[in-house]
């Protein structure tokens, strides 16, 4: 049957991780960022970049024109950075919150951009102190962009289910599999994106928010999922920061067929159905709340289903673009998550059984590297 279907375009790939900066002694976040980021400039170029909190240091990889390309790149970054690290006696971490350091003990970067922000934002932003994952899809044509925007949204808590990696909070255990989204709700043009029936009614959005410095430019929309102001993208922004580069590349590969099967039910002139952004947004909750191994709604019947299986009908959804793709090996990883536990259930996992914060950002920083 595939063979009789259009060709599917590249879906080229862009990813952005944001890792945690800690000393291996105390174990808390250090403020060294500055020191990498100099040392990563010589090889890495732009590929590497100063975050706001001088203990957070963000890579981005090149365009890639697959997932396989996309794993080499995420890897291969993480081992540059692992190796920057050790040269000023520091260890690196891949986490959406430390699990006991405080912000306010955080500093801030020297740049005019962080500046601005916290000018305008005072604690909001000085508080904002988590790591995210940012997965861009190519998407030449910004109209079918805002389609597939519209269309993603249903199914983004089940991506932020499984990549849920942030259960502490200035030592806290929050009740939460993923309080990262919690934090960053106290920015303004956060969450979920609102439904926009075209490009032009999108742009209108833009020009007024810019004409009445709301914003100084769209890169300050940020939210979940969004078309990149600049690239041709649509960018995917709600995940937490995974442990591993396999579940990165998991999600990743996640990410692109899920743009891709909707694109391919665009060609055929068939849409998913779209939801209310109030109705996702319970899903939202639920999914921060307890990861895999709560339940999510299933909105076309109306109940409550497992995460799990929602996850698994997921699966089948994009079965039909997964091999074109080249990335079933990498959508197969679901399931290790699904048996295995996201980060957030590593992490209290290892909490239950040593009552040791320290012992829970030791086994993150040991699967910063793992399996490259």
Not at 248 to 274: D, G, M, P, W
Not at 301 to 311: A, D, G, M
Not at 312 to 327: P, Q
Not at 334 to 348: C, E, F, P, S, Y
Request: hydrophobic share 40%.
């Amino acid at each position: 049957m595939a063979s009789s279907l259009k060709k599917l375009p590249k879906f080229t790939l862009g990813v952005e991780e944001e890792y945690q900066i800690i000393d291996p002694e105390t174990r808390d976040l250090r403020s060294h960022m500055s020191k990498i980021v100099e040392g990563g400039k010589i090889t890495l170029k732009e590929q590497v970049k100063a975050e706001m909190h001088q203990s957070v240091v963000e890579v981005g990889t090149n365009v890639c024109e697959n997932v396989a390309q996309a794993r080499a790149e995420v890897g291969s970054l993480r081992n540059k950075i692992s190796e920057l690290a050790a040269k000023q006696d520091l260890v690196v971490g891949a986490a959406s919150t430390h699990p006991f350091a405080r912000w306010q003990d955080q500093e801030i970067t020297d740049d005019p951009r962080y500046h601005v922000i916290v000018d305008e934002l005072k604690d909001i932003a000085r508080s904002n102190l988590i790591f995210g994952l940012h997965v861009h899809v190519g998407i030449d044509s910004r109209e079918i962009a805002i389609q597939l925007m519209n269309q993603a949204c249903y199914f983004l808590p089940h991506i932020y289910a499984l990549t849920t990696n942030s259960p502490f909070w200035e030592g806290r255990n929050t009740g939460f599999k993923a309080f990262r989204a919690k934090i960053f709700a106290k920015f303004p043009r956060t969450g979920l994106p609102e439904y926009f029936d075209s490009v032009q009614s999108y742009d209108n959005y833009l020009e007024t928010l810019v004409k009445t410095n709301c914003i100084d430019n769209p890169k300050k929309i940020w939210w979940d999922l969004r078309i990149h102001p600049f690239f041709s993208t649509i960018e995917f922004r709600i995940c937490d920061m995974c442990l591993t580069v396999d579940e990165t590349i998991c999600i990743v590969a996640l990410i692109q067929a899920v743009v891709a099967k909707l694109y391919r039910l665009l060609l055929s002139n068939t849409s998913f159905n779209i939801y209310r952004i109030a109705l996702i947004r319970e899903n939202k909750f639920r999914a921060a709340r307890n990861g895999i191994e709560g339940k999510l709604i299933d909105f076309g019947r109306k109940i409550e289903v497992p995460t799990s299986e929602l996850i698994m009908e997921l699966l089948d959804f994009i079965d039909d673009v997964v091999d074109e793709l080249d990335s079933r090996p990498e959508i197969d990883y679901v399931h290790q998550i699904l048996k295995n536990g996201t980060g957030a259930d590593q992490q209290l996992a290892v909490f239950d059984q040593t009552q040791d914060l320290k012992k829970v950002v030791d086994m993150i920083t040991s699967k910063f590297t793992e399996g490259i």
